[in-house]
């Protein structure tokens, strides 16, 4: 079957307005997040992580006018597929918790799409330059965890991050089974996530 160029620029472009659309929903969050904090290093690291989601949108935007298009205007989220299947968290530790699932989902994401041959040059360099601020906050939401064991317990820790993996795994059920043709290109790879969530632990530096 001869390769549909249009159709793979149409998905190319929700995928990115996606991205984008996404990363704005956590900088609100975050936002709102970091403005109810006591201070702290946690109010720091978190208004460092919502500043960070922000620019991401605003990369992404670049990256879409840089290859001639306009973001998308997508009503739907991905943090509100995962928000239906996981419940609000309850405490900061079940935020973090959550955050830290959702943020291997995000890396893993963006990784598989850099490992992509004949990517663009706009396309790569953007998931470059974010990818690096994706594994910072993967780092420090996990030293936060593990920060809150004396508090919380680690099993219960734990048990939180198995939790919120189950329900990203519903949430991204969700995604395929309604958008799995914009997706394809990135579902033929397989290889090895980063930091595999699917234990619950927190996992190791």
């Known amino acids: 079957m001869a390769k549909d160029f249009a159709k793979d620029k149409e998905?190319?472009?929700w995928l990115l307005s996606f991205y984008?659309?996404?990363e704005i929903t956590g900088a609100?969050?975050?936002?709102?997040?970091?403005?109810?904090?006591k201070p702290g290093s946690i109010q720091m690291d978190l208004t460092r992580?919502?500043?960070?989601?922000?620019?991401?949108?605003?990369?992404?935007?670049?990256c879409l006018a840089k290859l001639g298009a306009v973001p998308l205007k997508l009503e739907e989220t991905y943090q509100e597929r995962y928000l239906a299947a996981a419940g609000m968290p309850a405490n900061l530790m079940e935020v973090l918790a959550l955050t830290q699932i959702f943020e291997r989902r995000v890396i893993n994401q963006?990784?598989?799409?850099?490992?992509?041959?004949?990517?663009?040059?706009?396309?790569?360099?953007t998931l470059a330059l974010i990818m690096e601020d994706e594994k910072w906050?993967?780092?420090?939401?996990?030293?936060?965890?593990?920060?809150?064991?004396?508090e919380y317990g680690a099993d219960a820790i734990?048990?939180?991050?198995?939790?919120?993996?189950?329900?990203?795994?519903?949430?991204?059920?969700?995604?395929?089974?309604?958008?799995?043709d914009k997706l394809d290109v990135l579902l033929g790879g397989n290889d090895a996530d980063i930091e595999s969530g699917e234990d619950?632990?927190?996992g190791e530096d």
């Open 11 to 13: 998905n190319q472009i």
């Open 20 to 22: 984008r659309v996404s």
């Open 28 to 37: 609100l969050f975050f936002g709102r997040l970091a403005k109810s904090m």
């Open 49 to 62: 992580h919502f500043a960070d989601e922000a620019e991401h949108a605003r990369l992404w935007t670049d």
């Open 110 to 125: 963006y990784s598989r799409h850099a490992r992509l041959p004949g990517l663009d040059a706009p396309v790569r360099e």
């Open 137 to 150: 906050h993967l780092q420090w939401i996990r030293e936060a965890l593990r920060g809150m064991e004396d």
């Open 158 to 180: 734990a048990s939180t991050l198995r939790r919120y993996s189950a329900a990203d795994q519903e949430a991204y059920a969700d995604v395929l089974s309604k958008h799995g």
């Open 200 to 202: 619950g632990k927190i």
